[in-house]
Structures are given as structure tokens and as C-alpha cells.
């Protein structure tokens, strides 16, 4: 609990106000942890912030705290803008602002794509205060004339890193660019790279920069193990440990949206009870599966990145890694799912042969030894005829290059200067262009 909590600090020593505290005493905090404790006060100050923190170390409350103190002064309609990545993320952040506004009589409200405008417009033309939104719907209500930017007195743009990685950079100095008013800004971002000090040169005044590593959690929080699999056994891996190990609450992570269509039916058809979330998943689709998992009606979620983002669920116990991760920061971010609020958590990687060098990386990150582990009755399938064949094919001609390589050995070099009839007239190979060449212009009668 001290890697994540500072137990040194109580929320009541960082003046705030009695409703939120209250809202805070409800959820059942008494300290904050480490980013919520140098965040809240200097964003209480005013001041512009670039943080650099790890997911799963509190960090919505961290700058959603001191916007909700600020708002609730003013009680100015469309007084804070955040921005989110994706839409889940947007909802799960209006959700935990929302608890902290039980006390209050503010406002909050989530706007994001793939659900109908109809529906959000009536609760935009009443004029909330706190806007959580994605880029794209955010631009939409303003060019509508239904979500002014003059009004906004705090700008928050939350996971920087994930929103460049999408392709929202133009869309940020849309929005940014179209806040001409004096306002606070603070940037939000698991990692803090050349783009991003670029944006906040750009947006920020005299930002405070706060590179947070108090978020322990890959060492301390989350017991981390890794299985060595041929990718054609992973399914079978997988349902051997949900069998086997009965986790209360599985999330397990995909490359691509056809592999979670794919293991998500496997699951199915193997007896074990499974939900997919992607980007393509229709989005009543979507909040369905999501209210499943805040409710506890599931106990499998088999999800891509992308669409993992805002899944801020507490009580996901075990994150499995089916395919691993080109960038490790990634791995970081898939794990970041459990340990929640100062939980242990459990995070299995399954590692196919040609991927001892991600998995070499991701350790390098972390600072932590992701040991093996292996299950003795655990039984490998057979391997597919198409790789046998494969196999087959290259020993062959892995066979066929050394028979020819020895050859070639033995056989003595030719002599120099040795005539060859069958190559060129003479049997000499040219070694250079000839000495004249036929440099003159040729008359045609084109004109």
C-alpha cells in the first residue's frame, strides 16, 4: 500500500472542500496516493502541469479533484473540457467525476462517438459544467455551436501519449488553438516524449513538469509470470488456466479486433462464458459488455488495446497477455488493469519462441524478472500439417545449401583468365566499359 498511497498525507490536509471530501470519505479514501498528492495542490494553485504517471496510480482524481474545486466556484456552464482517447475511457472518467460530485450540484457530462447526437444534444443545451469527451465529438458539438470553447476555465488532455498514437495530433490544436481565453491547461500522459514537450512548449505556461515514478505497481502490486507456448497452443493454454486457476475476473488482451472475435467464440465454445470489446463493436453493443463488468455479471472480457483503454474496473484480478506486445509501454498499460486502488493483481504472458526479445524488452521497462512458469499436465496439441510441411521444407533446403556449399568447397577456383566458350564471344567475361564508344548523333527525319 506505501508504493501507491502516501500515507504520510490526508485528503484533508490538501484543503479541499467539504463536499468533495465528503464524496471522498463515501468512496473510501483517507489518503492519496503519491501522483494525488503533488498533483491536487499545484493544480489547486492554478498552475499549468505536464504529468508523467503510470496508469493505476489514481491519476482521474488527481487532476479531476482540483477541477471540480475550481468549477464549483464559478458554476460556469462548460467551465472544464477533458479529452480522452476513446469513448470508454471518456465514460469511465465521467463516472469517477461524477462520484465525486454526489455532494455537489455540478454537472458532469461524457460526449463521444458511436452514440447518437440526438441523445447527448437536450443534456448539452442545458449546460453542463465538466465536458469528458473524444476529439473527434468534442469538434463536432463546436462546429454545431453547442459546446463554446470561450468558456472554458480548465483544459485537460488525459493519456497524451495514446492520443498522439491514434492520430489525434491535429485534432488537439484544433481544440487547444480555439481557446483564446486565459484558462489553465494540464497534459496527462504515461510517457512523456519529444511530441509531447512540443505540445506543452506550445499550449502550457510555465508549466510545473512532474515525471511521478511512484507507481509501483509492476514490481510490488502485480505478480507477473510468463508461458512459453508455440502460437498454436495458446488457445489451448488459455483454457487450460481458466479452468484450472478459476480467476474471479479475466481480462485478456489481443493484438488485432479479428483475434478477440476469434478466442472470444473459442471460449464460448469451450463452456467458458466470454465477452469481446473492440473499436468495431456497435456501441450499445459496447455498453452493454461495460456495465456487465462494473456490475461483476462477467467473468472473461477479451479485449483489444484500444478498446481496453478505459476499462477502470476494480476488481480485475488477472490480466493475460495472449499475444504480447510490440512496445512494452503497452505491457505496462495492460497490466495497469488490475492492482486497482492499491490491490494485488495477477498478469500472465503467454511468449511464443520468436519473442524472447519483446519479452527481454518489456523486462527492461519494468526493472523486473517476469519468471517462467510452467504447468506439468498442462498437454501441447499436435503441430498443425501446414507447419510440418513448412519444417519439412526448410530442412530440405537448408540440406540442399549445404551439400551445395560443400561442393563448392572441394571443387578447385578456375584459373585466371580461363576462356568460358559458353558466355561471351571469345569466352572473356567484360570486366569494364570499352575504351570507344559510339558517341555521335544519328539523323532521323523527325522533326
Known amino acids: ?18 463536499p468533495i471530501l465528503r464524496a471522498v470519505d463515501d468512496m473510501g479514501f483517507t489518503h492519496p496516493t503519491y501522483v494525488q498528492a503533488e498533483v491536487i495542490p499545484i493544480a489547486l494553485a492554478g498552475r499549468d502541469i505536464l504529468a508523467q504517471s503510470k496508469t493505476g496510480t489514481g491519476k482521474t482524481a488527481a487532476f479531476g479533484i482540483p477541477v471540480l474545486e475550481k468549477i464549483s ?9 477533458i479529452l480522452c482517447p476513446v469513448r470508454e475511457l471518456a465514460v469511465q472518467v465521467a463516472h469517477e467525476l461524477r462520484n465525486l460530485t454526489r455532494h455537489t450540484d455540478l454537472r458532469v457530462l461524457p460526449v463521444y462517438g458511436g452514440q447518437r447526437m ?40 488525459d493519456e497524451v501519449d495514446r492520443m498522439l498514437d491514434i492520430g489525434f495530433r491535429e485534432d488537439i490544436r484544433r481544440i487547444l488553438g480555439g481557446m483564446r481565453q486565459e484558462h489553465q491547461t494540464i497534459f496527462v500522459s504515461a510517457t512523456i516524449g519529444d511530441e509531447i514537450e512540443k505540445l506543452a512548449r506550445r499550449y502550457l505556461k510555465n508549466p510545473e ?22 502460437r498454436w ?13 478459476t480467476p474471479a475476473l479475466t481480462l485478456v488482451f489481443c493484438r488485432t479486433k479479428q483475434t478477440v472475435d476469434g478466442l472470444c467464440s473459442y471460449l464460448n465454445r469451450k463452456g467458458i462464458e466470454a465477452h469481446a470489446i473492440h473499436g468495431d463493436l456497435h456501441q450499445g453493443k459496447r455498453n452493454s459488455v461495460m456495465a456487465k463488468l462494473r456490475s ?19 476488481d480485475i484480478t488477472h490480466v493475460i497477455n495472449f499475444d504480447l506486445p510490440e512496445d512494452p509501454e503497452v505491457y505496462v498499460h495492460r497490466i495497469g488493469r488490475t492492482a486497482r486502488a492499491g490491490r494485488d493483481g495477477i498478469a500472465w504472458s503467454f511468449v511464443t519462441p520468436d519473442q524472447g526479445n519483446l519479452l527481454t524488452n518489456i523486462e527492461k521497462l519494468t526493472n523486473v524478472e517476469i519468471e517462467l512458469a510452467d504447468y506439468p499436465d498442462f498437454e501441447p496439441g499436435p503441430v498443425p500439417k501446414a507447419v510440418q510441411m513448412e519444417r519439412e521444407r526448410k530442412a530440405e533446403l537448408d540440406a540442399t545449401r549445404l551439400v551445395t556449399h560443400s561442393r563448392v568447397a572441394t571443387e578447385p577456383p578456375p584459373e585466371k583468365d580461363a576462356v568460358d566458350p559458353t558466355k561471351f564471344p571469345g569466352g572473356k567475361v567484360p570486366t ?16
Open 209 to 230: 513538469k512532474l515525471v511521478l515514478t511512484a507507481s509501483s505497481l509492476t514490481v510490488s502490486q502485480v505478480t507477473q509470470h510468463h508461458f512459453s507456448v508455440e
Open 432 to 447: 569494364a566499359m570499352p575504351k570507344r564508344r559510339m558517341g555521335g548523333r544519328v539523323r532521323t527525319r523527325r522533326r
Open 118 to 157: 440526438n441523445v447527448q444534444i437536450p443534456k448539452l443545451k442545458k449546460g453542463p459544467h465538466v465536458i469528458v469527451g473524444t476529439p473527434g465529438r468534442v469538434m463536432d458539438f463546436h462546429r454545431r455551436g453547442l459546446l463554446p470553447y470561450e468558456h472554458v476555465e480548465v483544459a485537460v488532455l
Open 73 to 81: 466556484r464559478t458554476k460556469t456552464p462548460f467551465g472544464s473540457l
Open 1 to 18: 500500500m506505501s508504493d501507491i498511497f502516501d500515507t504520510g498525507t490526508t485528503f484533508k490536509q490538501l484543503g479541499l472542500s467539504a
Open 296 to 314: 461483476g455479471e462477467l467473468s472473461v472480457l477479451v479485449a483489444s488495446d484500444l478498446a481496453a483503454r478505459g476499462l477502470d474496473v476494480d
Open 233 to 245: 497452443d495458446k488457445n489451448r493454454l488459455l483454457v487450460h488456466l481458466l479452468t484450472h486457476e
